[in-house]
């Protein structure tokens, strides 16, 4: 038995397939897809294609409904949407692992919790990070919803590229086949495009910017526009791409080709990562691009959008206080620039940070907003509509 100098060796000329089946939810695979829980490999009915197929533009439903992460930076001021791709860009050392860990745990659609998997894949990590996320997994009950996908960085390159379309093809299975919403989480896209970048070199193909291939773009577009919802098709699929920027370059190949396929980024700072905020998220460059087709009176809140513009427009001047105490020293601000640096302290210590396993609802995040704005006089209050302030701000709830 096994391979000896006669064995012959012919191409199928076909393409990866894998088996599906109801059965998914709660297993842990490798990057090939070979079970690591201990458990039988899938037996499905159906094998799939993992190069997915292509969803005609026109099919495609307009991403809508509110997801919540429990997370008040993404949740209160970056709304997810269910079939959005909303990545988050990060650098080597910050807290982005716990962070995708986080949402993979209290990630649900209000409402609607029994119709709702996590698809997470994993790309290059080390061994002690593919047991932190098992264990997260398991400890807390997430993999009863998840389907885990793990490459470690000793496997094959080739298995890293295939790695990120495995969960594609299963979150599409779970969401076009059996009706489910599903979020796939997707970390780190720099270790995907790190080991593209090798095969290409390895295949003397002509490199482009900073050695990675001229087609990394167009390959970076057949895994996120996996994404989305289908006019007919009850389930959807949702996207959460994480990558590190090297050297924390946001205009480097990964982090600049992700930002023009997907609906928004999530950026994570490490000046915020030093002061112990958690997660260290800097809303002002952060941005969901559908944010306003998932929020509102039916699905968030109605005062939801009117709070988020005017935390924006607070912590914007809270940030300009602070450059102007590097200038002028803390003595040379006025008595409402200090009430706006008063502010982006509260905001970051009390709104952005919070605990590990701390899971806001969103009425949670937009009451601890207005517990904020209380602190600024009503007049500074121009971007939320009076009739909000009277029924929200917590002097007029008081009074009432």
Do not use: C
Request: charged share 25%.
């Amino acid at each position: 038995a096994g391979l000896n100098l006669n064995t012959t060796v012919r191409f199928t000329g076909d393409v990866l397939r894998i088996p599906v089946s109801d059965e998914l939810i709660g297993r842990v695979f490798s990057g090939s897809f070979e079970p690591l829980d201990g458990m039988p490999q899938i037996i499905g009915k159906d094998r799939r294609d993992v190069n997915g197929g292509v969803i005609n533009p026109a099919a495609r439903e307009v991403p809508r409904e509110f997801i919540q992460t429990g997370m008040s930076a993404i949740d209160g001021m970056n709304s997810l949407v269910r079939g959005q791709k909303l990545p988050i860009f990060s650098e080597s050392g910050l807290p982005h692992n716990e962070l995708a860990a986080q949402i993979a745990r209290q990630a649900t659609i209000p409402g609607r919790e029994t119709d709702f998997a996590i698809v997470f894949g994993a790309m290059g990590i080390k061994n002690e990070e593919a047991a932190y996320f098992r264990s997260e997994f398991e400890k807390t009950g997430a993999l009863n919803k998840s389907v885990m996908i793990l490459n470690l960085a000793d496997d094959p390159p080739i298995e890293r590229i295939v790695t990120p379309r495995i969960a594609q093809t299963v979150a599409e299975y779970l969401a076009f086949d059996l009706g489910m919403h599903v979020l796939v989480i997707l970390t780190d896209m720099t270790n995907y495009a790190e080991a593209l970048r090798a095969i290409s070199i390895a295949r003397e193909e002509i490199p482009t910017r900073k050695g990675y291939p001229g087609y990394l773009y167009s390959d970076l577009a057949t895994i996120y526009e996996r994404a989305g919802r289908i006019k007919g098709k009850q389930g959807s699929v949702t996207l959460m791409p994480i990558l590190s920027m090297p050297a924390g370059d946001i205009t480097h190949p990964i982090p600049d080709l992700t930002g023009y396929i997907t609906e928004g980024q999530l950026i994570l700072q490490r000046e915020l990562a030093l002061r112990g905020i958690y997660p260290p998220m800097n809303v002002l460059p952060s941005l969901s691009r559908l944010m306003k087709d998932g929020i509102g009176a039916e699905t968030t809140r109605e005062d939801h959008q009117d709070v988020s513009n005017q935390l924006y427009m607070a912590y914007a001047e809270g940030q300009r206080a602070r450059g102007l105490v590097r200038i002028v020293g803390a003595v040379g601000l006025s008595e409402r620039e200090r009430q706006w640096l008063r502010f982006a302290d509260r905001f970051e210590r009390e709104f952005v940070n919070q605990g590990i396993y701390e899971n806001r609802t969103i009425e949670q995040t937009l009451d601890i907003a207005w517990d904020l704005l209380a602190d600024l006089p009503e007049e500074d209050l121009i971007r939320v509509r009076e009739e909000y302030i009277e029924k929200y701000h917590p002097a007029h709830r008081s009074r009432s």
